[in-house]
């Protein structure tokens, strides 16, 4: 099983950028297609982005063009480049192995976007 832990949230400014990281264990970390969810207050928590084993990448239509989710598997970590943020942004981010139903979840990071 593949454990994971995030970083690289924070405060930002509209129209700025952040970087979130996501460390993995596991030596089949390669194998796990990967992803990133988000959850604001009183929200569900939504899929932001993903990625194959193959790197494959798929993103929520508010996200297309800003944000980027890429992979090393070299180093077991998984990345989400966040740009041009805006404040409805605002959520905690998770990383999530394996998917939503059966996967393994990080323990979230907040990300505000905030003038």
């Known amino acids: 099983q593949v454990h994971v832990v995030e970083s690289g949230g924070g405060l930002v400014q509209p129209g700025g950028s952040l970087r979130l990281s996501c460390a993995a264990t596991g030596s089949i970390f390669r194998m796990y297609s990967m992803y990133w969810y988000r959850q604001a207050p009183g929200n569900e928590r939504e899929l932001v982005a993903g990625?194959?084993?193959?790197?494959?990448?798929d993103y929520a239509d508010s996200v297309k063009g800003r944000f980027t989710i890429s992979r090393d598997n070299d180093k077991n970590a998984v990345y989400l480049q966040m740009n041009s943020l805006k404040p409805e942004d605002t959520a905690v981010y998770y990383c999530?192995?394996?998917?939503?139903?059966?996967?393994?979840w990080g323990q979230g990071i907040q990300v505000t976007v905030s003038s």
């Open positions: 990625i194959s084993s193959g790197g494959i990448t």
């Open positions: 999530n192995a394996g998917g939503r139903e059966h996967g393994s």
